[in-house]
């Protein structure tokens, strides 16, 4: 275990990020981006075509899926995604734990795309049965839309008892997957959805500035016109793409770049099988560590991904999240604020390039700074 009196830092002597994305990426990820490419040069056309391919490989999805790419965060792919799909004269009904389920609300507000929520508490999972009566009694939902991994508290929701329903019903499903893909198994040979969302910089350990969507092709093409954006239109992406193999805009050269890196290194752990199997041991590692010392985690562990784990706030006045942060910070590991509405919390990721041996190093940071905060309980308020 390193020594958490010294600073571990990554290869490129940064610290350590223990975060929901940004994440560490690999030396060679880095390397990738230094390197420049004209958007219509053939090189970046193969690449680009090579990094669309392998992403609708995680999903089996070659017979049902294409992959289109865009520039922005994951919410730019979450926003393309809803806009372009969710017709005018649809409904969207939105399945709501957290922070991420309340910005695709948000988002639709703003397009003015006629939606309702279906809203459990943050630590419980959607409701599948409410979700069989709801859609049983509105006939005009044509859409549902669920986070598989809510970031907010690291909670997994039941993606495919949620697409059951779905299909028994005849409604369509989309789904933002930024913080499970590539960790979770998903396979479009099994579950029914029409649409998933995803970003570079999450479980593939690219860089951040680019997401996609794969949906599929007829969704696609009965979207024409949808869009209330013009960058955003996934439709005419896509039927760019299909004609010149080229970006409408200015395609981020170097972030693809790196992501082409990213994804040959995800083939090479084992793809979604190694990769999940690093990241549930990153996680059991974290969840047993902070337990010893006696912090309580927000989720049990059959609703923990190995993702995220939320931590609660100690009750003990000297604890303060800020000090920890900056103290842990200082030996070269990164933790991240808590987002939950009602209880007091902080979280510490999973993902990236990181192994048990960071995650052990966190573990012993965190232990250090609680003692110099003089904090011996770290038990939450009860």
Not at 361 to 378: K, N, P, S, T
Request: aromatic share 6%.
């Amino acid at each position: 275990m390193p020594d958490p009196r010294k600073p571990s830092l990554s290869p490129t002597n940064d610290p350590w990020l223990l975060t929901p994305g940004p994440l560490t990426t690999s030396p060679a990820v880095k390397q990738a981006m230094l390197h420049d490419y004209g958007s219509r040069d053939q090189a970046f056309i193969a690449m680009n075509r090579r990094v669309r391919d392998s992403l609708v490989a995680i999903i089996d999805g070659q017979a049902s899926h294409v992959c289109v790419p865009l520039q922005g965060s994951g919410t730019f792919a979450v926003e393309a995604m809803l806009g372009t799909l969710v017709p005018r004269n649809g409904k969207l009904l939105i399945l709501v734990n957290g922070a991420y389920g309340h910005r695709m609300a948000a988002i639709c507000h703003h397009m003015d795309r006629p939606f309702e929520i279906a809203e459990t508490p943050e630590n419980v999972p959607v409701d599948v049965a409410a979700l069989d009566r709801r859609l049983g009694a509105d006939p005009a939902m044509t859409h549902v839309a669920l986070v598989w991994c809510e970031t907010t508290t690291g909670l997994l929701n039941p993606l495919s008892a949620v697409a059951d329903i779905v299909a028994q019903h005849g409604r369509r499903l989309l789904i933002d997957a930024m913080s499970a893909f590539a960790a979770l198994p998903l396979s479009a040979k099994t579950t029914a959805f029409d649409a998933v969302a995803a970003s570079s910089n999450k479980c593939l350990e690219g860089a951040p500035g680019m997401g996609f969507v794969l949906a599929r092709p007829t969704s696609l093409e009965q979207a024409k016109g949808n869009s209330p954006s013009l960058s955003l239109d996934l439709h005419e992406q896509w039927i760019g793409l299909e004609k010149t193999q080229q970006w409408r805009f200015t395609p981020p050269t170097h972030v693809l770049a790196a992501f082409h890196q990213a994804i040959a290194e995800f083939e090479a752990e084992g793809g979604v099988a190694g990769r999940g199997k690093r990241y549930t041991a990153n996680c059991r590692t974290l969840v047993d560590g902070l337990r010893a010392m006696g912090f309580q985690t927000l989720l049990p562990d059959h609703l923990q991904a190995p993702i995220i784990v939320t931590v609660r706030t100690p009750a003990d006045p000297r604890f303060d999240f800020p000090r920890l942060y900056e103290r842990v910070r200082q030996r070269g590991y990164v933790l991240y604020p808590g987002k939950l509405a009602a209880t007091d919390s902080f979280r510490v990721g999973c993902i990236g390039q990181i192994g048990i041996e960071q995650i052990e190093g966190a573990l012993a940071a965190i232990r250090l700074a609680l003692d110099e905060m003089g904090v011996v309980d770290c038990a939450p308020p009860k």
